[in-house]
């Protein structure tokens, strides 16, 4: 080899090098999902990010995702898989300046169960003073539910309760052999008083005693997230209330329709309801 092709190797290598320190580079955790369960998606941009300010941009079946940054050039996005969608390898496709890349996540197949429950027809069959209320009800929180602010929450979320759980995310119920609805939250056993802690910091958003959810409430962790607590006994946080992660904030009871003392806990993520379970398990 002569000189002028190793000068033209040296410079055609450092060439390459930088092209690989500028290289956005993706990671998935976890890589594989059932239907209901969030999922992280980290992306580091180069080192440069500073002199040239941006965010990445995220694409996942249809839904744009905002990332948030979590160090100088890394940044982060949680991103909800439906309940409703179907097996299979779907894209998650990063867009930061002029390069885009996309990397694959896996929602496995699953079976949620299926639990029968009979009661007396009376106690399912709501009044229309009930109705009108519980369709207002929904509305509010449904407006609240879709606010999307700054980030507060910071590092992992941990468990509202020391309880095991007394049902799991995604079971049909299946009422007196007809009605069908979905739990879209998880179950805590608790007895009355047991101590309900915030999952991470937060600001209450809503605490209001609901038809269904009885008193309830809800905390706004920015970024699209918010955890909802139900059928507590009593409040121990005021509403606007900046909470932190592990805060006393209720103690679980049966208020509204609850068949027992129990905590109903709800996360919400950007229009979603995620398995409350599966963001626990993420290592933020
Ligand atoms: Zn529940």
Redesign the pocket.
Known sequence: MNAVNIIFLSVLLIFLSCLQAYAMQMELQPKEVIPGDVFVVKVQVGNDSSSTPGFPQAEFLGSKISFFQDAKTIFMALIPVDIGASPGKYPVTVTFKDEKKAVLIRVKPHKFPTQKITLPEEKVMLGPEDLKRAEREREILNNILSQYTARIWDGHFITPTDTVLS?EFGVTRIMNNKRNSI?R???YKGDMGTPVRAVNSGKVVLRDELFFGGRTLVIDHGTGLFSIY?HLSEFRAAQGEKVSRGQLIGLAGMSGRATGP?L???VKLIGVNVNPVSLFRLKL
Request: charged residues 20%.
């Open positions: 049902e739990h939250g998880v179950d139900m129990h109903h806990m709800g």
